[in-house]
């Protein structure tokens, strides 16, 4: 099985890079999909949320509501830093299980997506690490139509994590977005062809 890591910054595309690898046949795992079922009720990041935080953080349903969370989150490093250490470990063991998963068929191509691939220091791990760009102004302008932020919020929210270029430099192989939604497809057709040229 090839190990592939999809990173990139925030509001680069990720989402609709993976519906076309999706489309060409390729399994693809996201590590917010993965947090999202930690913090779902009865999930494994639930209590060790709960005992950092308070019940307060709670949704109705018995989850963590993530925007509660995510308001202490922004508001404090210190609190950043003791959710990531909860939840690190957790994403990368279900992802770790998951790429090592034995299927039927000749597809042996998984692709896990991991926005912070590098700020978790999980690049090591990783056959090829594929980088998705764009412009800043992209950037701010995506955040701004689909997420709601304002210019401040979105400008905030890039600067947060480590910038797009030395993710890139990071990188096997970089796909730059800053055309049209085709254009990304048509892209990851591309990358799911290199991908299984390198496969042999």
């Known amino acids: 099985m090839r190990r592939i890591a999809l990173t990139g910054g925030i509001a680069c595309g990720k989402s609709l890079f993976c519906e076309g690898l999706k489309e060409e046949g390729i399994e693809v795992l996201d590590a917010d999909a993965v947090t999202h079922r930690l913090e779902s009720p009865g999930g494994l990041a639930v209590e060790p949320l709960v005992k950092l935080f308070g019940r307060e953080i709670l949704a109705d349903d018995g989850s963590i509501d993530r925007k509660r969370l995510g308001k202490k989150v922004f508001a404090s490093e210190e609190a950043r830093v003791a959710v990531n250490a909860v939840l690190h470990p957790l994403v990368k ?108």
Do not use: Y
Request: charged share 30%; with cysteine.
């Open 93 to 200: 063991a279900e992802i770790a299980r998951w790429v090592s998963e034995e299927t039927p068929g000749e597809n042996k191509i998984r692709v896990a997506v991991i926005p912070l691939l590098f700020e978790c220091g999980w690049e090591d791990e990783w056959d090829t690490i594929l980088c998705l760009t764009s412009s800043e102004e992209n950037q701010v302008k995506r955040l701004m139509q689909t997420r709601g932020h304002s210019e401040t919020e979105a400008r905030q929210r890039i600067a947060s994590q480590m910038p797009v270029a030395e993710k890139a430099a990071r990188s096997h192989f970089v796909i730059s977005n800053d055309a049209d939604k085709d254009s990304l497809r048509e892209a990851a057709k591309r990358t799911v062809v290199w991908l299984k040229s390198q496969t042999g």
